[in-house]
């Protein structure tokens, strides 16, 4: 099953990819506001709540998706690269294995949990 999310994952990113190849922006572009969308791990300054909340609204692919069919609809190509880099950016971070945030910890998603496990400490 895992195999099969993420393939799931790789064609939603190669749609991103050929949606982008349509849009009037260089190339550079994509890689350089990749990372704009983790820039909403700075709710987690606020507390693992808010910035869980602000880390998956940035990361919803139904964002992204609005986002670009709003941009599409209104001609606006801004906001058409704009969801077209958040559907990329989210669906190559699942890819990898990182979804969206539960409040419990910044590494625990609805992926399960990221990075390597601690050793217990003994008493």
């Keep these: 099953m895992k195999n099969l999310l993420k393939l799931e994952e790789l064609a939603e990113a190669l749609f991103a990819l050929a949606v982008f190849a349509y849009l009037p922006h260089a ?62 950016h989210s669906a190559l971070d699942r890819l990898l294995g990182y979804g969206l945030k539960y409040t419990t910890d910044f590494r625990d998603t609805h992926l399960g949990r990221v990075g390597a496990v601690r050793p217990a400490r003994e008493a």
Excluded at 41 to 55: E, T, W
Excluded at 68 to 80: C, E, I, N, R
């Design 27 to 88: 190339w550079w572009v994509l890689p350089a506001t990749f990372l704009l969308p983790d820039l909403s791990m700075i709710g987690y300054l606020a507390g693992p709540r808010v910035g869980a909340f602000c880390y998956n609204v940035a990361h919803h692919k139904a964002l992204a998706v609005a986002a670009g069919l709003a941009g599409w609809w209104l001609a606006q190509p801004v906001l058409l690269l704009a969801g077209t880099v958040l559907l990329f």
